[in-house]
């Protein structure tokens, strides 16, 4: 049985969590997430602009989307657009439908943050949406 999933703005609480999750995703930056996840926290770094995690109904979290906004992304050149930088949701909770939720948060946010477009690159692959 799938349980409900509530996509939210990460809050310091998730410190942890997150500094795992990223350890996986990056990990020749491992020494470097402490420091980046509490200057985030405090306000003083530009990239990501907003950090989105997803969870189930127990609170556990099964997801991390960092986000930013990029006027340089090939194909998109001068245009206001929300760029997935990273995304991350631990082989067990694969298949579940959690980066489709993240994304899902993250085109409205991207909109909300009044973007034209929005992109991610993929195994060197660069996804855009002009029209979103």
């Known amino acids: 049985m ?3 999933m509530i996509v939210r703005k990460v809050c310091p609480s998730d410190t942890p969590v997150l500094a795992a999750m990223r350890c996986d995703l990056w990990p020749d930056s491992a020494e470097e997430h402490a420091l980046e996840i509490a200057e985030f926290f405090a306000g003083s770094l530009n990239e990501p602009r907003e950090v989105l ?4 109904e ?6 991390v989307m960092e986000l930013s906004i990029r006027d340089d992304v090939a194909g998109l050149m001068g245009k206001r657009t929300g760029y ?3 995304l991350y949701v631990p082989p067990k909770d ?4 959690v980066a489709r ?3 899902r948060a993250t085109i409205a946010w991207a909109r909300s943050s009044k973007c034209e477009a ?3 690159d993929r195994a060197g692959r660069v996804v855009i949406d002009s029209q979103f």
């Open 118 to 120: 929005f992109a991610s």
């Open 2 to 4: 799938m349980l409900r």
């Open 94 to 97: 694969r298949s579940r439908g």
């Open 53 to 56: 995690v997803a969870k189930d």
């Open 58 to 63: 127990s609170g556990v979290l099964e997801g």
């Open 84 to 86: 997935i930088e990273g």
């Open 101 to 103: 939720e993240l994304v």
